[in-house]
T-cell receptor, first 112, second 113 residues
Framework: GQQLNQSPQSMFIQEGEDVSMNCTSSSIFNTWLWYKQDPGEGPVLLIALYKAGELTSNGRLTAQFGITRKDSFLNISASIPSDVGIYFCVIAGGTSYGKLTFGQGTILTVHP | DGGITQSPKYLFRKEGQNVTLSCEQNLNHDAMYWYRQDPGQGLRLIYYSQIVNDFQKGDIAEGYSVSREKKESFPLTVTSAQKNPTAFYLC????????????FGPGTRLLVL
């Protein structure tokens, strides 16, 4: 099946620091997504990427769709305590039923 | 407010018991999904339904069953055949045509006694 490798698995940072995480796949995909899950809640879509090489921002978040269509990066600038949570890279599998395949997640902890 | 609700927040199951997790949405979405989340892993698809009275197995359907008698509701039953049911269960729904945007409920944490 489709596999996503997301890294790092966890990060412990100080408030104000920048954060980077990435995701690679064994296959080419046309849509890459980044979701965030707050503790004890369901994931929420942060950014959607549709074109190879695309760079998209959402506030302090910036994500890029790799030129090979096999990878994606998410950067968070000037982290704040509410950035705490699990960040998932996700691929939309091109099926008719809207299948999403999730990476293992990056657990982010921000120390005030 | 529109959204997805799941109940209960926590559920305890005894060995050999079936339990049913509730999922309701008032977003008028056709498609609904059930995922399982284990620590250190991403979400895995259990079942999905694209329309009322139709549902299909996902990647890890063994030991689970669902029904879709109403558009708003997609309950998941964890049967006694599921040998490792302790997990966080998430329900989601999707608007037609927006493949990437699944809206998730707050989840139900199932624990086996």
């Amino acid at each position: 099946g489709q596999q996503l490798n997301q890294s790092p698995q966890s990060m412990f940072i100080q408030e104000g620091e920048d954060v980077s995480m990435n995701c690679t796949s064994s296959s080419i995909f046309n849509t890459w997504l980044w979701y965030k899950q707050d503790p004890g809640e369901g994931p929420v879509l942060l950014i959607a990427l549709y074109k190879a090489g695309e760079l998209t921002s959402n506030g302090r978040l910036t994500a890029q769709f790799g030129i090979t269509r096999k990878d994606s990066f998410l950067n968070i600038s000037a982290s704040i305590p509410s950035d705490v949570g699990i960040y998932f890279c996700v691929i939309a599998g091109g099926t008719s039923y809207g299948k999403l395949t999730f990476g293992q997640g990056t657990i982010l902890t921000v120390h005030p | 407010d529109g959204g997805i609700t799941q109940s209960p927040k926590y559920l305890f199951r005894k060995e050999g018991q079936n339990v049913t997790l509730s999922c309701e949405q008032n977003l008028n979405h056709d498609a609904m999904y059930w995922y399982r989340q284990d620590p250190g892993q991403g979400l895995r698809l259990i079942y999905y339904s694209q329309i009322v009275n139709d549902f299909q197995k996902g990647d890890i359907a063994e030991g689970y069953s669902v029904s879709r008698e109403k558009k708003e509701s997609f309950p998941l039953t964890v049967t006694s055949a599921q040998k490792n049911p302790t997990a966080f269960y998430l329900c989601a729904s999707r608007d037609r045509g927006r493949q990437e945007t699944q809206y998730f409920g707050p989840g139900t944490r199932l624990l086996v006694l």
